[in-house]
């Protein structure tokens, strides 16, 4: 008899074996719940040892009884537990799986990562398809186990780039429905629709300002053909809900007018249409006229942007639908990563769309060393720092060099700090007294010193020619190397002589007189000043020399001074 219940009990444990291998072991690979499969196969093992060793007690002829009351009741507890697994009275915590997050928006997104201990790792791009802040590739496919650190890369779009270049063909003669579904494709999100009356075959373009390669966002205008005597009345529709730019579409199609309002509104997307005042079903023609009311999106209350992180703003700016810019500056008081100023205050009231502009902390920004003023310049208008130069003498640095700043490699730099740079003007000349000296050795000095000198001449006098009466830099000031000194110079003593006035040089007018004499005196007179007087005579001929000149011909003239002559008009 003994015998006979261990052939039942062996012949049991291998049909067990073999059912459970394959479920707990085969399936558990792909099963919902692997912790029951697991618990199955444990019970398989527990129930498959206690049956060895009671067939063990057996052949050793030890006292069974006990052993097989266990192996019962284990296998009937195995039994019970799968029952009631299978018949769903009781159901074992699953694991948790990757869902589908493809078309999901970000932010319901990062709630279940959250949820379930997961870490997104995001990325966007420019997408014409999907939506803006929904996600359109995973890394991990749906249905994955989710395991301890679990990271999850998805990609998600940003809308179209609206800085993209396409090319838009000429489109005179194309029919609207044609353009309209070009417009929607390319995403011209500044393309306008007009209307003009003709006798022509209705809905063609008849106008386009621009064509060729333009950029998305770039405006352009269509106009097209309508035949108002053709217009019949038609029944109104309903508009709510339709885009803005498919609202009017329809409206001017039909020629009939229309205004455009715009609120917020919690429930209606942004620029779709929240009512309009015909309702649906009753008939309108050209003489009506339809108000709608176009959504500015939900209602949007900036909080104090400053207060939140980086990751709390972009989180806030998503689940708004609002776009963000990020630039970033050095600040002496706000801590790397943290908000400087963004271009809107707390309460500001904002729509869906406004982009946000947040300047971020790169922490304090501390003084470099700089080997040029150059470079030194190139910095500071990279950060915007201020600064003021100036200038002294200095023996041991080059003119342009840099003696000095005011403030020390690594000084942090404070907000409103302004630097000052100290510039070399080289050493210092001393510039000679060249009064007395002669031009020649004036020029041989000036080389000697590196300075330039030019020179202009004073007036006639006692002192020989060329000897220096004056100069532009006073002796004993110091100078830059390579300044330039004007020194005045004697023309010397002035010479006096007779003047002679050709009859031949007197014309027929007072103006051609006056021009041949200035002609010959400046040749023949040098350094002497003639004025000329155009003076009436009763009997002599225009252009001769007037007999009360004070100056005429046999007069003394002396270099230096200065002669008039009258000229009869």
Request: aromatic share 10%; hydrophobic share 35%; proline share 2%.
């Amino acid at each position: 008899m003994k015998k006979k219940i261990a052939y039942v009990f062996i012949l049991l444990i291998l049909a067990a074996v073999a059912f459970y291998g394959y479920s707990g072991f085969i399936y558990s690979m792909n099963s919902d719940n692997q912790i029951a499969s697991l618990i199955q196969v444990g019970g398989i093992s527990v129930v498959s040892l206690s049956i060895v060793f009671s067939l063990i007690g057996y052949n050793r002829k030890v006292k069974i009884s006990a052993l097989h009351s266990l192996s019962c009741l284990l296998l009937c507890a195995f039994l019970i537990f799968n029952a009631v697994t299978y018949m769903g009275w009781y159901t074992i915590p699953e694991s948790p799986k990757v869902i589908n997050l493809q078309g999901m928006e970000i932010e319901e997104a990062k709630k279940w990562a959250t949820t379930n201990n997961v870490e997104l790792v995001e990325t966007y791009e420019n997408s014409d398809n999907i939506d803006k802040y929904c996600i359109m590739i995973q890394d991990v496919n749906e249905g994955t186990r989710i395991v301890e650190d679990q990271k999850i890369k998805v990609v998600v779009s940003d809308g179209p780039n609206y800085d993209k270049t396409i090319i838009v063909p000429q489109m005179l003669g194309w029919k609207i429905d044609d353009v309209v579904d070009f417009i929607k494709t390319n995403h011209l999100s500044q393309a306008n629709i007009d209307f003009s009356d003709s006798q022509e075959e209705s809905y063609l373009v008849i106008d386009q300002s621009k064509y060729g390669q333009m950029f998305r966002r770039d405006k352009i205008n269509f106009t097209f053909s309508i035949n108002s005597n053709l217009l019949d009345d038609v029944q109104m529709i309903d508009l709510t809900e339709y885009t803005t730019f498919d609202a009017k579409l329809w409206l001017m199609k039909n020629g009939i007018a229309f205004d455009i309002k715009t609120e917020f509104s919690p429930t209606i997307g942004r620029d779709l249409v929240i009512s309009q005042s015909i309702a649906a079903g009753q008939v309108v023609n050209s003489e009506s006229k339809v108000d709608l009311m176009v959504s500015k999106g939900k209602q949007i209350e900036v909080p104090d942007l400053r207060a939140m992180s980086v990751e709390e703003v972009t989180a806030w700016v998503i689940s708004n639908k609002l776009s963000i810019v990020f630039k970033d500056a050095y600040d002496d008081t706000i801590t790397l990563g943290g908000i400087i100023k963004s271009n809107y205050n707390s309460g500001d009231v904002i729509e869906e769309g406004t982009t946000i502009e947040i300047i971020t902390s790169k922490g304090q920004l501390k003084m470099e060393s700089f080997s040029s003023l150059g470079q030194f310049k190139t910095w500071a208008s990279t950060y915007n720092i201020k600064y003021t130069t100036k200038s002294e003498f200095n023996d041991g640095v080059n003119r342009g060099g840099i003696i000095s700043f005011s403030h020390k490699v690594g000084d942090i730099i404070k907000n409103g700090d302004s630097i000052t740079v100290t510039i070399s003007k080289g050493k210092a000349v001393t510039v000679p007294n060249f009064v007395g000296m002669k031009k020649s050795d004036i020029t041989a000095r000036c080389r000697t010193l590196n300075i330039g000198c030019t020179f202009s001449y004073g007036s006639y006098g006692s002192k020989a020619k060329d000897t220096a009466t004056g100069q532009s830099v006073k002796s004993g000031n110091k100078i830059e190397s390579g300044t330039n000194v004007n020194i005045t110079v004697s023309r010397g003593p002035a010479k006096t002589t007779v003047l002679y006035i050709n009859s031949v040089l007197l014309g027929s007018s007072y103006n051609a007189s006056k021009n041949s004499l200035s002609d010959y005196f400046a040749k023949n007179y040098p350094g002497v000043n003639f004025k000329f007087a155009a003076k009436a005579h009763n009997s002599l001929s225009s252009g001769l020399v007037h007999p009360s000149s004070p100056t005429n011909t046999g007069d003394k003239v002396t270099q230096g001074k200065t002669y008039t002559i009258y000229i009869v008009k």
